[in-house]
Nanobody, 117 residues
């Protein structure tokens, strides 16, 4: 049973920074890609960033230049470093992973990011 556990959410002021972490209970090498999605109130879940097994990254236009996705294979963890946060970044952020062999998708429980002064 694959588990994805997120941490790092909270309240931050506009212009501030925050880093999210997602740790998996199983080997990270079975997943491609891994990433982050978010869902704001009243909106659909949207892709924020992904990183492939080869380390290729992909970002939503709205976060390019402000967010960075990285991973640590040994720690079975991937991260989302968020900078220059804006009120429109406020959402529940979900970590995501797709198993390479079966294309099964897995989601974290979600963590709330509040951007407010």
């Amino acid at each position: 049973q694959v588990q994805l556990v997120e941490s790092g959410g909270g309240v931050v002021q506009p212009g501030g920074s925050l880093t999210l972490s997602c740790v998996t209970s199983q080997s990270i090498y079975q997943f491609d890609p891994m990433g982050w999605f978010r869902q704001a109130p009243g909106k659909e879940r949207e892709l924020v960033a992904t990183i492939s097994v080869l380390g290729i990254t992909n970002y939503a236009d709205s976060v390019k230049g402000r967010f960075t996705i990285t991973r640590d294979n040994a720690k079975r963890t991937w991260y989302l470093q968020m900078g220059s946060l804006k009120p429109e970044d406020m959402a529940v952020y979900y970590c995501y992973a797709r198993r390479r062999s079966t294309r099964a998708e897995f989601w974290g429980q979600g963590t709330l990011i509040t951007v407010s002064s």
